[in-house]
């Protein structure tokens, strides 16, 4: 196992990256909730088809990276308690499931709106409503595929706030900016729309968070085995 300076700066490294990665991706996504009430969203979109495949590669390059940082936690995760190493390697793989079921999901939308631009006025009515379900579709996994996130992620810092690996109070403002983020996505997905405060809020804790790590990296794994031996 790394050293846990290394091990935390790796993770660091990744967490800036996915940041970097992410905000492209949901700047060029393209697709919004309004348009499951658009009458002509399919047409809309379509000047924009390119960006929107962008957007679906940085969603995969993010994805891809999740389960990196999963994988690299994955042994100092399993000193502290192997049941919460492996539903945390788990919920990462339901995650990565999620997304790819999303992707496929935006390329339905991206062929209906192809085929809406040659489509009679009938024919486009019918790609409008097949449309309407698959933008629903689409959003429905996003929210869940961030609640899988949010699971996972409080699995994480419990485990940090237990082994002091980082600041105490650093572990525990993840675990509450996740708990909203939950709760929100779960609002989402009642029909109660929240606004972006419940994922703005967690985005400024990431960026606490990496910038701790790159800079002090994890704790002496002292600590951690101590807090592992009394467990």
């Known amino acids: ?27 060029f996504r393209g697709i919004s909730s309004s348009f499951e009430e658009s009458p002509d969203f399919l047409g809309h979109i379509f000047p924009i088809l390119g960006e929107i495949r962008i957007s679906i590669l940085f969603h995969v390059a993010v994805a891809v990276l999740w389960l ?12 502290h308690r192997k049941g919460i190493a ?35 006025a009938i024919h486009r009515e019918i790609l409008t409503r097949m449309g309407h379900i698959r933008v629903t579709s689409y959003f429905i996994d996003h929210f869940l595929g961030i609640m ?33 983020v939950f709760l929100g996505c779960w609002f989402n997905l009642m029909g109660l729309p929240t606004g972006l405060w419940p994922f703005l809020q967690n985005g400024i804790h990431m960026i606490v968070l990496v910038f701790w790590l790159l800079n002090k990296g994890f704790r002496s794994k002292i600590a951690y085995e101590r807090v592992a031996a009394s467990s």
């Open 1 to 27: 196992m790394k050293h846990p300076i290394q091990t935390g700066r790796t993770i660091g490294a990744l967490l800036l990256l996915i940041i970097a990665l992410g905000i492209p991706a949901t700047l």
């Open 148 to 180: 899988v996130y949010s699971g996972a992620g409080f699995l994480w810092y419990y485990t940090l706030f237990r082994t002091r690996m980082i600041p105490r109070p650093l572990s525990f403002w993840g675990m509450m900016a996740l708990s909203i």
């Open 86 to 120: 492996r539903a945390f390697l788990a919920l990462w793989i339901v995650h990565f499931a999620v997304i790819i079921h999303g992707i496929i999901g935006t390329f339905e939308i991206i062929s209906l709106s192809e085929q809406y631009q040659e489509a009679d």
């Open 68 to 79: 990196c940082v999963a994988l690299v936690l994955f042994p100092s995760l399993a000193i």
